[in-house]
């Protein structure tokens, strides 16, 4: 699986958006990209993934370069709730193996 | 999206007792779970892949007598923690996949906090 780079923290003004940055240069053609977040003491939840065109559903929107070597997740509003470190992850879609976390991003929305 | 479904969420027990964390899928079934550990400020790290009907697979410096797994069903996997000691305190994390979604899915259960005094 493509290794991904994530910046440790980043914050947010409640009501504005997020976007959360994610680079896989060495992402390959039948790797998918997903994005996970982990709220405090719980396990992590599945938000959105993507192979190449932008998606869309009702937690977030992802976008993905044209190159495939970085994407962004887009929370449109930001809550107090969304308060968590998020996990972008590649992988291809084929596979059975689990899903490795790296570091993540630790999201802190402000009031 | 789908459920599973993990218990207790969380325990506390004594040095030397065993313990054990059930994990469901809730309304997908799954030939395939996951257990991940996870120490205060890390990230989740991978232990085992349970396969149902057959041994799971351990990764490297997981002891497998320790940590014993059971995935007897489609739709349950337990991970025993045996002769428990404090430095096997922890988050334990169990996660599953719907074979028959299109979508290469994984979802994560609640988590078990485990606390060994």
């Known amino acids: 699986d493509a290794k991904t780079t994530q910046p440790p923290s980043m914050d947010c003004a409640e009501g504005r958006a997020a976007n959360l940055p994610c680079n896989h240069s060495?992402?390959?053609?039948?790797?998918?990209v997903y994005w996970y977040r982990q709220i405090h003491s719980q396990g992590p939840q599945y938000i959105i993934h993507?192979?190449?065109n932008n998606e869309t559903n009702e937690m977030a929107s992802l976008i993905i370069t044209e190159d495939r070597k970085s994407s962004t997740l887009i929370l449109p509003h930001a809550t107090l709730r969304d308060t968590a470190v998020y996990y972008c992850i590649v992988r291809g879609d084929t596979g059975r193996r689990a899903l490795t976390f790296g570091s993540g991003t630790r999201l802190q929305v402000q009031p | 999206g789908a459920v599973v479904s993990q218990h207790p969420s969380r325990v506390i027990c004594k040095s030397g007792t065993s313990v054990k964390i059930e994990c469901r899928s809730l309304d997908f079934q799954a030939t395939t779970m996951f257990w991940y550990r996870q120490f205060p400020k890390q990230s989740l790290m991978l232990m085992a892949t349970s396969n149902e009907g057959s041994k799971a697979t351990y990764e490297q410096g997981v002891e497998k007598d320790k940590f014993l797994i059971n995935h007897a069903s489609l739709t349950l996997s337990t991970l025993t923690v045996t002769s428990a000691h404090p430095e096997d305190s922890s988050f334990y994390i169990c996660s599953a996949r719907d074979i028959q979604a299109a979508k290469n899915i994984q979802y994560f259960g609640a988590g078990t906090r485990l606390s060994v005094l």
């Open positions: 060495t992402i390959s053609g039948n790797e998918y």
């Open positions: 993507g192979l190449k």
